[in-house]
C-alpha cells in the first residue's frame, strides 16, 4: 500500500520486494518461438527475457519492470549498455536501443512518477507472449518518428502480473 501511495519513494529494492509474487505456471511462461528450426526472438521477446532474467541476477538497480508491471525503466545507462545489452543484442550505442524501441513503437512516458520509463501497450509483466504481437513499424526514408510521449498515471490500474526473483533476498534488504 505505501509504495502506491507513494511511488517516486521506490527503489531497486523496494522494486524487486513488491513485484514479488510468482506468475502462474501456465502457457504464459515465456520461451522462444521455434522457426525454421532456430531459435529466432523478436526484439520484444529479448527485451522481455532481458528484464526477467536481470532481475532474477539480482540487477534491477540498472533495469527493470516498473511495481505495475506496464513499463520498464533504464536507470543506469551506462552499466546497461556494457554489462546487460551485449548479452542480448548486438548494440554498441544507447541511441541505437532507443532507435529499436522506436522502431516497435514504445512510448516515453514524459511526466509523473514514471518519467523516463518506456511502454507499449503489449509489453506487460506477467504476459510474455503478447511480445510476439508487437510488430516493427516499416519507417519511410528519413530518420525514425520521435517518441510518441504521454504521461499515463499507472499506479491507479490494477498491477499486472508479477515474477518471483530466484536469488534471496536478506529480509533486512527488503523495503515493504
Same mark, same amino acid.
Given at each position: 500500500?505505501?509504495?502506491?501511495? *507513494?511511488?517516486?519513494?521506490?527503489?531497486?529494492? *523496494? /522494486?524487486?520486494?513488491?513485484?514479488?509474487?510468482?506468475?502462474?505456471?501456465? @502457457?504464459?511462461?515465456?520461451? =522462444?518461438?521455434?522457426?525454421?528450426?532456430?531459435?529466432? %526472438?523478436?526484439?520484444?521477446?529479448?527485451?522481455?527475457?532481458?528484464? /526477467?532474467?536481470?532481475?532474477?541476477?539480482?540487477?534491477? %538497480?540498472?533495469?527493470?519492470?516498473?511495481?505495475?508491471?506496464?513499463?520498464?525503466?533504464?536507470?543506469?545507462?551506462?552499466?546497461?549498455?556494457?554489462?546487460? /545489452? =551485449?548479452?542480448?543484442?548486438?548494440?554498441?550505442?544507447?541511441?541505437?536501443?532507443?532507435?529499436?524501441?522506436?522502431?516497435?513503437?514504445?512510448?516515453?512516458? *514524459? @511526466?509523473?512518477? @514514471?518519467?523516463?520509463?518506456?511502454?507499449?501497450?503489449?509489453?506487460?509483466?506477467?504476459?510474455?507472449?503478447?511480445?510476439?504481437?508487437?510488430?516493427?513499424? =516499416?519507417?519511410?526514408?528519413?530518420?525514425?518518428?520521435?517518441?510518441?510521449?504521454?504521461? =499515463? *498515471?499507472?499506479?491507479?490500474?490494477?498491477?499486472?502480473?508479477?515474477?518471483?526473483?530466484?536469488?534471496?533476498?536478506?529480509? @533486512?534488504?527488503?523495503?515493504?
Amino acid at each position: 500500500d505505501n509504495i502506491l501511495k *507513494n511511488p517516486s519513494s521506490l527503489t531497486h529494492v *523496494n /522494486i524487486s520486494a513488491s513485484l514479488s509474487t510468482q506468475v502462474e505456471e501456465s @502457457d504464459e511462461k515465456f520461451s =522462444p518461438r521455434l522457426l525454421g528450426g532456430k531459435f529466432n %526472438e523478436s526484439f520484444p521477446e529479448k527485451l522481455y527475457r532481458l528484464l /526477467i532474467e536481470t532481475a532474477e541476477e539480482g540487477k534491477s %538497480e540498472i533495469v527493470s519492470f516498473l511495481p505495475h508491471g506496464r513499463a520498464f525503466a533504464i536507470r543506469q545507462d551506462h552499466r546497461f549498455m556494457t554489462d546487460i /545489452i =551485449p548479452k542480448y543484442f548486438n548494440l554498441t550505442k544507447f541511441s541505437s536501443f532507443r532507435r529499436q524501441l522506436r522502431l516497435y513503437e514504445f512510448e516515453k512516458i *514524459n @511526466d509523473g512518477p @514514471d518519467v523516463g520509463a518506456f511502454y507499449h501497450s503489449k509489453f506487460l509483466l506477467g504476459m510474455p507472449r503478447l511480445c510476439s504481437e508487437i510488430k516493427r513499424v =516499416p519507417q519511410s526514408k528519413g530518420r525514425p518518428k520521435k517518441y510518441i510521449t504521454f504521461s =499515463p *498515471n499507472f499506479y491507479s490500474m490494477p498491477p499486472m502480473g508479477t515474477y518471483q526473483l530466484t536469488k534471496k533476498q536478506d529480509s @533486512d534488504d527488503v523495503a515493504l
